[in-house]
Nanobody, 124 residues
Framework: QVQVAESGGGLVQAGGSLRLSCAAS????????MGWFRQAPGKEREFVAF????????FYADSLKGRFTISRDNAKNTAYLQMNSLKPEDTAVYYC?????????????????WGQGTQVTVSS
């Protein structure tokens, strides 16, 4: 049984930083790419970042390049999302998931085994 759990969210002032963690179990972690998505109230879930199984490929939403960095530690079965220079519009629930299907990195339908999410709130 695959389990994915996000942590590290919280309340931060604009301009601050947070690092989110995504711990996975139940599969050989290094065999799967991992994605981060976010969902703000009343909006659809949107792509944030992707990292391949060995960490050699990363891909970001254009609007987030330069502020967010995705990484992973396969020895710890954990992926990370470092978020810097946070803005109030980054406020959302952040989710991670395992990528099982080929195709666009940003397509939410290519992912499964979602975590329950972690709330990030950025105050102005």
């Amino acid at each position: 049984q695959v389990q994915v759990a996000e942590s590290g969210g919280g309340l931060v002032q604009a301009g601050g930083s947070l690092r989110l963690s995504c711990a996975a179990s139940g599969r050989t972690f290094s065999n799967y790419g991992m994605g981060w998505f976010r969902q703000a109230p009343g909006k659809e879930r949107e792509f944030v970042a992707f990292i391949s199984g060995n960490g050699g490929i990363t891909f970001y939403a254009d609007s987030l390049k330069g502020r967010f960095t995705i990484s992973r530690d396969n020895a710890k079965n954990t992926a990370y999302l470092q978020m810097n220079s946070l803005k109030p519009e980054d406020t959302a629930v952040y989710y991670c998931a395992m990528r099982y299907y080929t195709g666009s990195y940003s397509d939410v339908r290519k992912y499964a085994d979602w975590g329950q999410g972690t709330q990030v709130t950025v105050s102005s």
